[in-house]
Every structure is written in structure tokens, then in C-alpha cells.
């Protein structure tokens, strides 16, 4: 079984900067796409970023393309989601998600495994 754990999380103001950071095993983790989502209170779970595993290639949500960045490093088996510019409408539970087939990356039925999620607060 993969697992994942989600961390970084915390309580910002509005404008402010957070890193959150993906840890998974090493074994396979180059291997897959590692992807962000998140559940703001009172709505369902979206998708806010990937990067795949064979490339740097990633995407990126409407919300989030400019103000996040998705990053990996293989070598220490960690993703990365850095979010700038936060505010109000960011607060939410974050997901880290693993897929091993890249089709459905923007869909939370294409990964795998799930993180147990961190939680972003954004104050306005």
C-alpha cells in the first residue's frame, strides 16, 4: 500500500505565501503523476494541480494557474505545492493524490492513493 502525508498546512492572511509538502515511499514514486486537490468547507473535492512522473510537465486549475507552482523531487520521494498570493477563496483541505496513468490527472477517480489532507485557513 502507498501512502501518502500531506503537510505544511497552516493559518495565513490574505496575500500571504504557504509550501506545502507530499511525502510518499521511494519504491514507485518516480512512476507516478503526483497530484493536488482541494475541499473548501461546504464544497466538493477539486482539482488544483499535478506533475507528472515520466516529466516536468504539469497543469494547472484556473485558480491556481500563476499563483501555484508544482514541483517534485524524486530523489527525496517528495511533491510539492507552493501557493502565493493566497486568499479567502484558497481556505480549504488540501489532497495530495498519487495516479499511476496520467489520463485522468484532473479528476479525483484517476488517482490511486490519497493523502489524509492539510489544512489551509486564509483569513481576509
Known amino acids: 500500500q502507498v501512502q501518502l502525508v500531506e503537510s505544511g498546512g497552516g493559518l495565513v492572511q490574505a496575500g500571504d505565501s504557504l509550501r506545502l509538502s507530499c511525502a510518499a515511499p521511494g519504491r514507485t514514486f518516480s512512476w507516478f503523476a503526483m497530484g493536488w486537490f482541494r475541499q473548501p468547507p461546504g464544497k466538493e473535492r477539486e482539482f488544483v494541480a499535478v506533475?507528472?512522473?515520466?516529466?516536468?510537465?504539469?497543469n494547472y486549475a484556473e485558480s491556481a494557474k500563476g499563483r501555484f507552482t508544482v514541483s517534485r523531487n524524486n530523489a527525496r520521494n517528495t511533491v510539492y505545492l507552493q501557493m502565493n498570493t493566497l486568499n479567502s477563496e484558497d481556505t480549504a483541505v488540501y489532497y495530495c493524490?498519487?495516479?499511476?496513468?496520467?489520463?485522468?490527472?484532473?479528476?479525483?477517480?484517476?488517482?490511486?492513493?490519497w493523502g489524509q489532507g492539510t489544512q489551509v485557513t486564509v483569513s481576509s
Open positions: 506533475i507528472w512522473g515520466s516529466s516536468d510537465r504539469t
Open positions: 493524490a498519487a495516479a499511476k496513468s496520467t489520463i485522468l490527472v484532473t479528476r479525483s477517480s484517476g488517482y490511486d492513493y
